[in-house]
């Protein structure tokens, strides 16, 4: 609400006819009667005082065009600035100031019905002493400086501002005694630089203890700390937090430390956990002794490697890596055969290492007896465990028509079944799936081993104790005389591998019970013992990486013309 600007006394006449819709009084003077100006000013005059036209209007001054300028019309006299409907006066209507919209103004502001534009002020200050007597800014100010009680925890009070340097220190009250608040920014850096859950060891090694500021009052669970260690630990080791008490140290839940899971210079982090405190750093030590003793026992027994051992748990190739698990003394595989003659046994072996890491599947010499009466057949399949590979299909064909006889057939499956040859100990003939192949350069001697070299690609025959021929062009129906390898210690037909993996030969030699490995050019490089009975070990093969004796023992029924082999694979201590 604005008070309309008095003045004392001004008289004047209209000098132009105001309709009753007009919102310019023009008049003949803005003097009042003691010559002031009123220029500018919001009067209230009444127009035709004491007529039936009276009118209360409210305008602003404007000496310039000798006028009552945005008037309010036909005032209302119970509020002092409502506008009613305004009336029509002639020319040289009388125009006097009035009063009354001063007064109602003021009182309905006084009353409370109305509020002041601007602000209400003393001359001088002036000290209230009631409860109803109005009271200066300064008088408030003073009064909430110096009268109120420093705020607690149950009253309210005045707090004081802490500095970064307070918040940091914890410290509680200020310079006027009052307790001190922090800011959110002092909170944000007090959270980043954890300088309240720090602090440095000053203890000894497994005694390690901390002064934390503002000093910890007790220990309560799920309390962090952060201590920089000065002595490694060297077995189980304890924390003291502001002389509170001496408290254990677990890892791993519920585990005392070991020497050397806490290094000099060590940030160590512990929660108590209302009982001791847990770490909850990375183990400098990394592992248990206990578990770093089985690690060690485990590695030292087996073949295995640490990718290997990873291997194992990932779920990539565990079943290729663990295979050899069931191939063990005892892992046996019965055999049927048919022949009329009066008695059968097995010979020879040999191998091909086709991928240098799943076994493949071994090949026999399977020898027999037949009789005048004519050719005789004997038919042997072997059904190996998915574990290692596929199935192994062998057969050998034999004919003679004079006398008793024995005869012998070396038969080798490259890449798992593509093609079976077979080396006939009655002749130097090779055969492909059955068919005799042509043998360009220097033939081999007859009743040799076969063996297979997939990197080269050679058919790799052992025709003696002391030599393998190797030949080309094996995928077609000509093979070539290539080279031979002189082996530098006589070794027992018996069979042989080709380590495809590093160009080795692994032979068997009987005679001194050994496994014998030579290198490419025939020299040995090491060999492995075993004990077992040489004429039941028929040849070698690879399982895994592991070189194994492939032992076979022939049952013979007597009366009937039906025999039984039993097959053991018997590890040894030669690997790739």
Not at 428 to 454: F, R
Request: with cysteine; net charge negative; hydrophobic share 35%.
């Amino acid at each position: 609400m604005s008070i309309i600007v008095p003045t004392a006394s001004f008289k004047t006449t209209l000098t132009q006819r105001l309709a009753a819709s007009g919102t310019t009084a023009y008049i003949d003077t803005t003097t009042d009667d003691s010559g002031n100006d009123l220029n500018g000013l919001v009067i209230a005059v009444t127009i035709n005082k004491g007529n039936s036209n009276e009118e209360t209007i409210i305008g602003t001054v404007n000496t310039a065009t000798l006028s009552l300028t945005t008037i309010t019309r036909n005032v209302d006299v119970s509020d002092g600035t409502t506008a009613g409907t305004g009336k029509d006066h002639r020319k040289k209507s009388s125009v006097e100031i009035t009063s009354f919209p001063y007064l109602t103004l003021a009182l309905r502001a006084l009353n409370g019905t109305d509020t002041l534009d601007n602000l209400l002020q003393y001359t001088t200050e002036l000290l209230p002493t009631d409860n109803k007597h109005l009271a200066t800014k300064k008088y408030a100010d003073d009064l909430a400086i110096a009268g109120a009680p420093d705020a607690t925890e149950s009253v309210k009070g005045l707090n004081e501002m802490a500095t970064a340097a307070e918040s940091i220190a914890g410290t509680d009250t200020g310079s006027t005694t009052g307790p001190l608040v922090v800011t959110p920014f002092d909170i944000a850096l007090n959270q980043q630089n954890q300088a309240h859950n720090y602090a440095a060891d000053t203890g000894a090694a497994d005694a390690y203890a901390i002064a934390m500021s503002p000093a910890v009052t007790a220990y309560a669970a799920g309390q962090r700390f952060v201590f920089l260690a000065t002595n490694a630990n060297t077995g189980a080791s304890t924390l003291d937090v502001d002389s509170l008490g001496v408290k254990t140290i677990l890892k791993l839940n519920d585990q005392a430390l070991e020497a050397n899971d806490i290094e000099a210079g060590h940030l160590v982090e512990v929660v108590y956990n209302g009982t001791q405190f847990e770490m909850q750093t990375p183990l400098a030590s990394g592992l248990t002794t206990a578990i770093a003793s089985e690690t060690s026992t485990f590695f030292g027994a087996t073949d295995i490697t640490g990718a290997e051992a990873e291997t194992l748990t990932d779920g990539s190739d565990a079943d290729a890596l663990h295979a050899h698990n069931t191939l063990v003394r005892g892992f046996n595989l019965n055999v049927m055969m048919s022949d009329d003659g009066t008695g059968s046994n097995f010979s020879a072996s040999a191998y091909s290492d086709a991928d240098g890491d799943t076994p493949d599947l071994p090949s026999f010499t399977i020898a027999h007896y037949t009789t005048s009466s004519g050719a005789r057949k004997s038919i042997t399949t072997w059904q190996m465990s998915p574990d290692i590979g596929g199935s192994l299909y062998m057969r050998t064909n034999e004919t003679t028509t004079t006398g008793n006889a024995l005869h012998a057939s070396s038969s080798l499956n490259l890449e798992g079944g593509v093609a079976l040859w077979e080396a006939d100990s009655a002749d130097a003939n090779i055969a492909k799936n059955e068919t005799d192949v042509t043998v360009s350069g220097t033939a081999p001697s007859a009743g040799g081993i076969l063996g297979h070299d997939p990197t080269n690609s050679y058919l790799l025959i052992m025709d003696s104790t002391t030599r393998i021929r190797r030949y080309s062009g094996i995928a077609g129906t000509t093979i070539t005389f290539v080279d031979s390898i002189t082996l530098d210690t006589a070794i027992t037909q018996t069979g042989f591998i080709f380590d495809n993996t590093n160009s080795r030969y692994i032979c068997l030699d009987t005679t001194a019970n050994v496994v014998r490995r030579f290198d490419s050019s025939g020299t040995t490089i090491d060999t492995a013992a075993y004990t077992t009975r040489d004429n039941d070990i028929i040849g070698c093969c690879f399982v895994d990486d592991r070189v194994y004796l492939i032992n076979a023992r022939v049952i013979d029924p007597g009366t009937t013309h039906a025999y039984q082999a039993l097959y053991d694979l018997i590890p040894t201590s030669m690997t790739r």
